[in-house]
């Protein structure tokens, strides 16, 4: 078995004695307990493990388990033990029953994947609306996908977004059903979202801000917006006067 070591002040450490006493708990045991409950709570969130089963909940779940077990054989072993944790009533072993969901997907990640997704349409229309006097390539404002290492979350809601709910569909097209990206694109598409935020993100784009755009996905300055240009100009006009 293997063995950790860790600091801890005087003051819990008197603390956790007392409460190990008063369990009945050697302070090992406790500490054991406590960790295997953090682990619980990381891979399932804080109610993780913390269930209960009537015993009617456990008779519905164990027959259905046992009804898995003869319909799916390549699954059959796993139903069986799911099986066996319920009806021998296993209650720190319920949490291995839920190892089929996800934890929430937090909704800061769903709104940012949505503002993505949002900005490149709007680069690929106003792309369109020039009508091919644009400076930059449809190739620039190809939307790239995500990482399925580093950005699995934002690849996962994607991927129902754009699939489960039909939405932004014309941006699949160049990246085919995986909708993966070879490299991790969320720094990217942080920049070109303070761009596109920067010169107006409710109206058709000029080719002058759809060039600041890619210019930030490209990790370079943005480039001037029309209003700067002619402010430019007017200075170097009157400074040749």
Do not use: C
Request: charged residues 25%; without cysteine; hydrophobic residues 40%.
């Amino acid at each position: 078995m293997a063995t950790v070591s860790f600091r801890i002040s005087d003051e819990l450490k008197r603390e956790l004695d007392e409460l190990s006493a008063e369990k009945g708990y050697h302070l090992s045991k406790l500490f054991r307990k406590a960790i295997e409950d953090l682990r619980d709570a990381m891979r399932h969130g804080p109610d993780g493990g913390a269930f209960d089963l009537s015993l009617k909940d456990r008779l519905i779940l164990a027959n259905q388990y046992r009804i898995l077990e003869m319909l799916d054989e390549k699954q059959s072993g796993r139903h069986a033990v799911h099986r066996e944790i319920l009806t021998t009533a296993m209650e720190t072993h319920y949490v291995t029953l839920l190892d089929d969901f996800s934890n929430d997907l937090n909704l800061d990640i769903s709104h940012e994947v949505m503002d993505i997704l949002a900005m490149f349409t709007r680069l690929r229309l106003s792309f369109e609306h020039l009508d091919g006097a644009s400076a930059v390539s449809a190739q620039d404002i190809e939307f790239s996908g995500f990482h399925p290492q580093f950005e699995s979350e934002m690849l996962g809601f994607a991927r129902f977004y754009m699939k489960k709910l039909g939405r932004h569909r014309w941006l699949s097209e160049t990246l085919g059903e995986g909708l993966e990206s070879g490299a991790p694109m969320l720094d990217i598409y942080r920049r070109m979202l303070a761009a596109w935020q920067s010169v107006g993100m409710s109206k058709v784009l000029t080719d002058a801000e759809i060039v600041q755009i890619v210019a930030a996905r490209a990790g370079h300055p943005g480039a001037p917006s029309v209003s700067e240009s002619e402010s430019d100009s007017e200075s170097n006009a009157s400074i040749q006067h």
